[in-house]
């Protein structure tokens, strides 16, 4: 069983950064992405980055260029570098950890508010 925590968010202004943090328990031999997700108010999850152990990487169209996944392999941590945040970034942001790009493992997410 894989638990992950995350931290790092909190209310920032618009065009401002933050780095949010996801300490995994332990990995295991079949873990090979790591993802970051969110949930806005009323809209459904969104993936926002994804980083698999081969360098893969995804970003969706709103984090490109703005944010910046990346892994910490001997303190078993995953981050992700959100710069120039937006109004619409608000949301609550989730840690993910799977295989292929299917998450199974979920953290139970850090809130990232950005006023304008």
């Known amino acids: 069983q894989v638990q992950l925590v995350e931290s790092g968010g909190g209310s920032v202004q618009a065009g401002e950064s933050l780095r949010l943090s996801c300490a995994a328990s332990?990995?295991?031999?079949?873990?090979?992405?790591m993802g970051w997700f969110r949930r806005a108010p009323g809209k459904e999850r969104e993936g926002v980055a994804r980083?698999?152990?081969?360098?893969?990487?995804y970003y969706s169209d709103s984090a490109k260029g703005r944010f910046t996944i990346s892994q910490d392999n001997v303190k078993n941590t995953v981050f992700l570098e959100m710069n120039n945040l937006k109004p619409e970034d608000t949301a609550m942001y989730y840690c993910?950890?799977?295989?292929?790009?299917?998450?199974?493992?979920w953290g139970q997410g850090t809130q990232v508010t950005v006023s304008s």
């Open positions: 993910a950890a799977g295989t292929g790009g299917r998450f199974r493992y």
């Open positions: 332990v990995y295991t031999a079949g873990i090979n992405s």
């Open positions: 980083l698999d152990t081969d360098n893969f990487t």
